[in-house]
């Protein structure tokens, strides 16, 4: 069954991922990852996407963006599939892509769930039993949005901004986020929206829009 067509308006908050081939690994080492992080800051800035959570695991990464023009999700995904294969070549030779097949793609179409989603991205070190805590894992946004660590890659959407009126309530309103972990139900809806490529919206609820 062919995949939706993605047609994202400006203003759109986007859950983006993408696998290496096969499985394969998509980062030798710390410089592959520097490297990678260095590309998807000066891609999102080219392509209109503000980055707002991130990580790097072996061989796949999460991206939470909001894109500012339509679609502009896509041209970041094209430079950076483009720039790391690239690199890739050169530093180890060898040809073709690195990338299994197109991107995934969720539209974070509530507010309720945007929180959520950047939760799901930051733990993500610590489903795979990397790390005890995301703040032990260098590879992600937490330590920016939850520790207040510099970090240039990162735009904080307003949902985030508004758990607090200053950095330091925010941040520590964001920590407390993370002492309740993320419920089985929220886990596999982000996973099946991701998956197909689906809205992540909130569910409606029948009995209240029933005509009478």
Known sequence: MPRPLR?????????LTQRGDNGRAIFNDDEERHGFLDLLKEHSVKSSCDIHAYVLM???FHLLVSI???NSQASLMKSLAQRT???RHVRWGGSGTMWDKRYHSSQIDSSAYLLMCQRYIEL????????DFPGGYKWSSYRGNAEGYADGLLCPHAVYLG???DDET???AYRALFDMPLAEKDLERIRFAIKGDAALRKPVNRCQTRRV
């Open 7 to 15: 047609n994202y308006p400006p203003g759109s908050c986007l859950h």
């Open 58 to 60: 072996s061989n796949h």
């Open 68 to 70: 500012r023009e339509q």
């Open 85 to 87: 294969a690239l690199w």
């Open 124 to 131: 993500n070190p610590v489903r795979a039993g990397m790390v």
């Open 163 to 165: 758990l607090g009126s």
């Open 170 to 172: 925010r941040r520590q």
